[in-house]
């Protein structure tokens, strides 16, 4: 495997890890508000809290990691999406200032506020959607690149169909992966009423995740038919996706195996981000920049993979002790610790 | 006031401010673990319950500051690339690895962190709990570390050779280890370090004053105090050194700073003082010799003055007033902490008279003022360089249009972060004080748990 694959495919790697974290936390963060002004079980959201409360730092560094990660291997992307995503970048940026400060200032902070579980429930929703952002305009058709500057499209952006359905996946997608863990939590936690409600929650999001990734096969088609067509080439993997989510909602819906189910929607969206992934190749946006063209020189590369592989053998170990500590720890799930 | 748009003056603006604002969550994320570190081992060497209290109380507050510090370093990482994405392609080439690596060093920090705070009655062994907080420290401190190789890069790049605007040989060791780091990552930690605990003295010294004069308050003071005095002592030590490495490879920033406008033997050093319109150094006090000691360490010695450089590569002058403004700030901070020792040695009832506790007061604002005068003098000081010597600051800009607008919204984003910061500190302990708490969790007078 060539360094420009390993490197992107670590990144690629990355941020699946960060969709994955950052939905349940955002999921949970909107649940979390919903219920409150709902007035639903009170119970419910001190479930929430304890499972983010130890681990919402994290999910943050996933997206450091990437977005350094891709400077790194791939500086041209600095130039090409950095001019490109001033307003949008800068959006996302304050979006992820509230929600984290929010967060924190609601959880440790001396009473819940409503007006602040407001600022981070919905500041989490919107997160994902402004992020995909840098998806769509990586389908090329939404920048302008001429006399060595770089201008983005917003008219075409925003009425674009292909843009706005990225961005519908991204918010049903959030709450679905949420619900889905949450509702295995909850089964953990001995919580029959939250469990009964995350249940009723990852069925009633399942249908729209799957409506939703179809009209992004439907819209990408006539966005980039080149992309489409790799996509196609590809269809394995879109399809295995589609039966890990059927089994998922099998499981969830028959009360069976739910720790199970919620591996499988891991894998429904591993198999259809590396789908999406691998067939977007060679381009890390259509058409001016490859992964070939845009790498950083191979010194760098072997240092930053050299750096790498050091990292992951000192954070693997305190990842599996904070799992097994606060995730894995039946004691503390049920909250007797 | 009206301004011609233009992005680089914009982006320059824009990256100042959110630098400015994380800079001081990012000052006191570095350095209150190892103050909390500090108090818990004292707690269990002592085995003194208001010493782990303290840690306790500190950790909570400290989180709040971690959020905020966490998503405005976001920011800052984002920004980088949004505003200077010219300067981030060629960084991007030569610097990226100590980058790459802070994010493991905060990642290994935060992992910890979580469980730290989680796990304060978990465990049967309290050592088990403390030795938690070590990663935490150890990761604050590498990642200060990290990132500061990269901004010692900005003044001293190194590790990779620029042909026809093509760079090779690049040599990603080399450009991390530059003659900047050393003095420069040993300082920013340690006035990190410094800083923290006065921050936290501040509090002691202030329910002092309030009339609260428990032994848990005069504990905090203590500890504080003795590692203040201790970390100002680093401080001077290692500014020396900073003047040694300015003098040897960026004469024209210690020049601009020092006001040191002939090349001369036996500099004296200029210190306060008004620049009237002509150039002209009014009412500073001169002291000789000074300068070719903090230059060179030789009274004699010759230091370059701005003389040697044409006026386009040099920094502002004002910089001059922010450099003696930290260097004031760091003996005032020696002289606090000293005096407090001083007298807790020789003259035990003078140690908590009230100007002493004000002087420890002003001593936590006046060191996040040093924190900030000293980056801005590093910043502005460097200029016209964004790469000293190999890229000026406007090349290394965004052309987008839009900063000014940008900046509007990151001056409310931060305002709003600010102001919701100091609420929820504020309500925690006011809600839940000390006291309060030493009375539900049984600890009494003398720190014993019943």
Not at chain 2, 352 to 371: N, T
Not at chain 2, 378 to 391: H, S, T
Request: aromatic share 16%; with cysteine.
């Amino acid at each position: 495997m060539s360094y420009e694959i390993l490197g992107i495919s670590v990144l690629w790697f990355f941020l699946y890890g960060y969709l994955i974290v950052a939905s349940v936390d955002f999921g949970a963060g909107f649940f979390h508000f919903y219920n409150k002004i709902s007035h639903q079980d009170y119970q419910v959201n001190k479930l929430i809290q304890r499972y983010l409360s130890p681990v919402w730092e994290v999910t943050n560094v996933f997206l450091v990691f990437f977005f350094v990660g891709i400077i790194g291997f791939f500086p041209d992307t600095a130039y090409y999406y950095g001019t490109a995503l001033l307003i949008p970048g800068s959006i996302s940026i304050v979006l992820i200032a509230i929600r984290g400060s929010y967060y924190a200032f609601n959880t440790y902070g001396s009473k819940d506020s409503k007006i602040y579980s407001f600022l981070y429930g919905m500041s989490g929703l919107l997160i994902p959607a402004s992020f995909t952002i840098v998806l769509t305009i990586s389908e090329g058709g939404y920048l302008d690149v001429s006399d060595g500057n770089v201008t983005l499209l917003l008219g075409e952006l925003l009425t674009s169909t292909y843009s706005w359905s990225v961005v519908v996946l991204a918010i049903v997608s959030v709450l679905f992966i949420s619900a889905a863990f949450l509702t295995y939590y909850a089964y953990k936690a001995g919580d029959d009423a939250s469990y009964t409600l995350f249940r009723r929650y990852t069925l009633w999001w399942a249908f729209p995740t799957i409506l939703a990734s179809i009209l992004i096969f439907f819209s990408i088609s006539r966005h980039n038919p080149e992309h489409f067509s790799n996509m196609v080439d590809m269809s394995w993997m879109f399809i295995l996706s589609l039966l890990f989510f059927l089994g998922a909602v099998y499981l969830i819906y028959s009360k069976k195996q739910l720790g199970l189910a919620f591996v499988l929607v891991m894998l429904q969206f591993f198999s259809a981000w590396f789908g999406y992934g691998a067939s977007h190749l060679p381009y890390l946006l259509y058409p001016h920049l490859t992964v070939n063209d845009g790498f950083v020189n191979e010194t760098m590369a072997i240092a930053l993979i050299l750096a790498f592989i050091a990292g992951l053998l000192l954070l693997i170990p305190s990842l599996v002790f904070l799992m097994r500590l606060f995730l894995f720890d039946a004691d503390y799930v049920r909250g007797k610790r | 006031m009206f301004m011609e748009y233009d992005p680089a003056m914009f982006s320059r603006m824009l990256t100042g401010l959110t630098l400015g604002f994380h800079i001081i969550f990012a000052t006191i994320g570095v350095g209150v673990p190892l103050m909390i570190a500090l108090a818990e081992w004292m707690g269990i060497r002592k085995n003194d319950e208001h010493y782990r209290l303290l840690a306790r109380r500190w950790a909570r507050g400290f989180v709040v500051t971690v959020a905020v510090g966490v998503v405005t370093g976001t920011a800052i990482g984002l920004q980088l690339n949004l505003l200077w994405p010219n300067f981030m392609q060629l960084a991007g080439q030569t610097i990226s690895l100590p980058l790459f690596m802070e994010v493991f060093a905060f990642f290994f920090e935060a992992i910890f962190l979580g469980i730290y705070l989680y796990t304060w009655d978990r465990f049967k062994s309290k050592l088990r709990h403390f030795l938690l907080v070590i990663p935490v420290v150890i990761g604050a401190s590498f990642s200060a570390f990290f990132i500061t190789t990269v901004n010692a890069f900005m003044n001293a790049p190194q590790g990779f050779e620029l042909v026809d605007g093509v760079i090779t040989d690049i040599n990603p060791i080399a450009a991390m280890f530059n003659p900047a780091t050393p003095t420069k990552t040993a300082h920013v930690i340690i006035t990190c370090y410094l800083t923290s605990a006065f921050v936290l003295g501040m509090i002691g010294a202030f329910k002092m004053l309030k009339g609260d004069r428990h032994v848990y308050h005069k504990k905090a003071l203590r500890l504080t105090m003795t590692a203040a005095f201790i970390f100002s002592i680093g401080t001077v030590i290692i500014g020396d050194f900073s003047g040694k490495y300015l003098a040897e490879y960026q004469p024209e920033k210690l020049a601009a700073a020092e006001w040191h406008f002939e090349t001369e033997d036996a500099a004296p050093l200029v210190v306060g003082g008004f620049l009237s319109d002509d150039e002209e150094v009014n009412y500073a006090l001169e002291i000789p010799y000074a300068l070719s000691i903090l230059a060179h360490g030789d009274p004699n010695s010759e230091v370059i003055g701005l003389d040697q450089f044409a006026e386009e590569d040099t920094a502002p002058l004002f910089v001059h007033y922010l450099f003696d403004g930290m260097v004031f700030i760091g003996m005032y901070l020696a002289f606090v902490s000293m005096l407090y020792l001083l007298f807790s040695w020789k003259k035990k009832n003078w140690m908590h008279h009230k100007l002493l506790l004000w002087g420890v007061v002003a001593g936590g604002p006046l060191s996040i003022l040093a924190i900030e005068f000293g980056w801005v003098f590093a910043e502005i000081g460097r200029q016209p360089w964004i790469l000293y010597d190999i890229m000026r600051t406007p090349e290394g800009a965004t052309t987008s249009e839009h900063v000014d607008a940008m900046l509007y919204l990151f001056i409310g984003l931060y305002a709003l972060l600010g102001i919701s910061s100091s609420i929820v500190l504020r309500k925690m302990f006011k809600d839940n004080p000390a006291a309060q708490e030493m009375e539900q969790r049984g600890i009494d007078e003398r720190g014993n748990k019943s």
